[in-house]
């Protein structure tokens, strides 16, 4: 089966009471940027993964500590002008994306660069809050008025992104949700850096 790579929303998971994207000063340094850096912003391929990175910037192990959680999830809209040359896949080995080493900063940091000087708006690169970053993610299907679990092959990814926020339109899709506990196996949790 061909991935499929929708690419036109990103979703994002974030407290509530903040705007869900960076437009100013004040954001920490992340996988893909420095601190001090112009607004970054940091989206996921599916709800899914967007939970799944949300649980591993806020360190959740235990699934009595989803009880109290009440997030926000948006799905953000990706310029429909944007092609592949602008989110170009990244060109490093999946050691080099997932490692927290000073090299493999400064690795990621550098193709950053070079890329922002090729006029790319952003990338996509596996996300390091799954074991399996290529895992196949559930999704539901109806058949016949029937709800029915399905496998889509939609890639596992962040998305990031350097533009502007106002370039960014979003959807407040879920006020204050939270995850189901049955994510929490399946997130990685060495070599925690910020989402």
Avoid at 108 to 129: C, F
Wanted: some cysteine; glycine content about 8%.
């Amino acid at each position: 089966m061909p991935l499929l790579n929708p690419l036109r929303l990103g979703f994002r998971v974030c407290d509530r009471r903040h705007p869900f994207l960076w437009s100013g000063a004040g954001q920490g340094s992340g996988r893909w940027n420095r601190s001090g850096d112009q607004p970054v912003h940091y989206l996921a391929s599916t709800p899914t993964v967007a939970w799944a990175e949300w649980i591993r910037h806020q360190e959740i192990t235990d699934p009595i500590d989803l009880a109290g959680v009440a997030a926000a999830l948006w799905a953000v809209l990706i310029p429909q002008e944007w092609g592949t040359r602008d989110l170009d896949p990244v060109a490093l080995p999946l050691d080099q994306v997932l490692d927290t080493s000073t090299a493999a900063q400064e690795a990621r940091l550098a193709l950053v660069e070079a890329l922002k000087k090729q006029g790319a708006q952003g990338l996509l690169a596996p996300t390091a809050a799954l074991h399996d970053s290529d895992r196949v993610l559930p999704a539901v299907r109806v058949s016949n008025g029937i709800e029915q679990p399905e496998q889509l092959a939609i890639p596992a990814q962040v998305i990031l992104l350097w533009c502007e926020a106002r370039a960014l339109p979003g959807w407040w899709c879920v006020p204050e949700g939270r995850p189901g506990a049955e994510l929490l196996p399946l997130v990685r949790r060495e070599g925690l850096l910020a989402l």
